[in-house]
Nanobody, 118 residues
């Protein structure tokens, strides 16, 4: 059974930084495009950043230049370094496969809450 565990969220002031981690058990990130998603209250879940098996990355326009996604296949972990955080980044953050590239997703983890105060 695949389990995704996101961690590293918290409360931070605008302009601050956080580093999120996503660890997987029961599967391997290697060979998959892995993405970070977020869901703010009352809004749909949205894709924030993707890292491909090649190491190439892609970002939502609103986070370009501020967020960096990376992966450590040996640790089966994907990271999201978030700098210059803004109140609009407040959301629950999740990781999973890139939903546009696969037929089935892994079960979603519990996510990690990021709250940015102004």
């Amino acid at each position: 059974q695949v389990q995704l565990v996101e961690s590293g969220g918290g409360l931070v002031q605008a302009g601050g930084s956080l580093r999120l981690s996503c660890a997987a058990s029961g599967t391997t990130f290697s060979g998959n495009a892995i993405a970070w998603y977020r869901q703010a209250p009352g809004k749909k879940r949205e894709l924030v950043a993707t890292i491909y098996n090649s190491g190439n990355t892609n970002y939502q326009d609103s986070v370009k230049g501020r967020f960096t996604i990376s992966r450590d296949n040996a640790k089966n972990t994907v990271y999201l370094q978030m700098n210059s955080l803004k109140p609009e980044d407040t959301a629950v953050y999740y990781c999973n496969k890139h939903w546009g590239l696969v037929r089935t997703m892994w079960d979603w983890g519990q996510g990690t809450q990021v709250t940015v105060s102004s």
